[in-house]
């Protein structure tokens, strides 16, 4: 298996532009969390689905944040409009079982700059 | 006050020392330990899975649980260049989403 796939690996943007972001779990995970990784907060857990239902969206920092799985291959992460506060590396991780009992997979990470 | 603490570091250790990673937590309800490595622009891969107290080794790494104590320690022993990378604990009870410290930057110079 190819792992999880996350596009693009970089983005630059301007403040107020829609950012969105890719997703490709591993094939057979149920389970898929959004993370956003920044120095001084260390990985923020998002949200996370299960078969594709958000179960937990309590890290969603606010309505500009938005997440979707329309089915069990793809997910997106939304960010509208954008601020220079976003600026984070944000993975995509997938897992077979929920959460604290099951390995997590992540991604190599989208850079996310917002100028 | 977070739920995990982890020294953010940078820790620098020259080639073949013993290193020692720590993380503290406030919840008594976790039950699963877990440590990650990240190197540099990729993302975490899972090195060491614990469930409750105790130890569990596997080669040069070993994991560490002492739940009295709310900590929890990795261990590297005879460290190479190659085991350069962010280390960061996570924990977690049963269902419940993992919280992550914040990582520890590691460095083994040669």
């Known amino acids: 298996d190819a792992g999880v796939i996350q596009s693009p690996r970089h983005e630059v943007t301007e403040m107020g532009q829609e950012v969105t972001l890719r997703c490709k779990p591993i094939?057979?995970?149920?389970?898929l969390f959004w993370y956003r990784q920044t120095m001084m907060r260390g990985l923020e857990l998002l949200i996370y689905?299960?078969?594709?239902?958000?179960?937990?969206d309590s890290g969603m920092p606010e309505d500009r944040f938005s997440a979707k799985m329309p089915n069990a291959s793809f997910s997106t992460l939304k960010i509208q409009p954008s601020e220079p506060r976003d600026s984070a590396v944000y993975f995509c991780?997938?897992?077979?079982?929920?959460?604290?009992?099951?390995?997590?997979?992540f991604g190599p990470g989208t850079r996310l700059t917002v100028l | 006050q977070k739920e995990v603490e982890q020294d953010p570091g940078p820790l620098s250790v020259p080639e073949g020392a013993i290193v020692s990673l720590n993380c503290t937590y406030s919840?008594?309800?976790?039950?699963?330990f877990m440590w990650y490595r990240q190197y540099s622009r990729k993302g975490p891969e899972l090195l060491m899975y614990?469930?409750?107290?105790g130890n569990k080794e596997d080669g040069r790494f070993t994991a560490q649980v002492d739940k009295s104590s709310k900590y929890i320690s990795l261990f590297i022993r005879d460290s190479q260049p190659s085991d350069s990378a962010t280390y960061l604990c996570?924990?977690?009870?049963?269902?419940?989403?993992?919280?992550f410290g914040q990582g520890t930057r590691l460095t083994i110079n040669p």
């Open positions: 991780a997938s897992s077979l079982m929920g959460l604290a009992l099951d390995t997590q997979y």
């Open positions: 094939s057979g995970h149920d389970y």
């Open positions: 689905f299960n078969n594709n239902v958000p179960i937990d």
């Open positions: 919840n008594s309800a976790f039950q699963y």
């Open positions: 614990t469930y409750s107290s």
């Open positions: 996570a924990m977690g009870k049963g269902a419940q989403k993992l919280v």
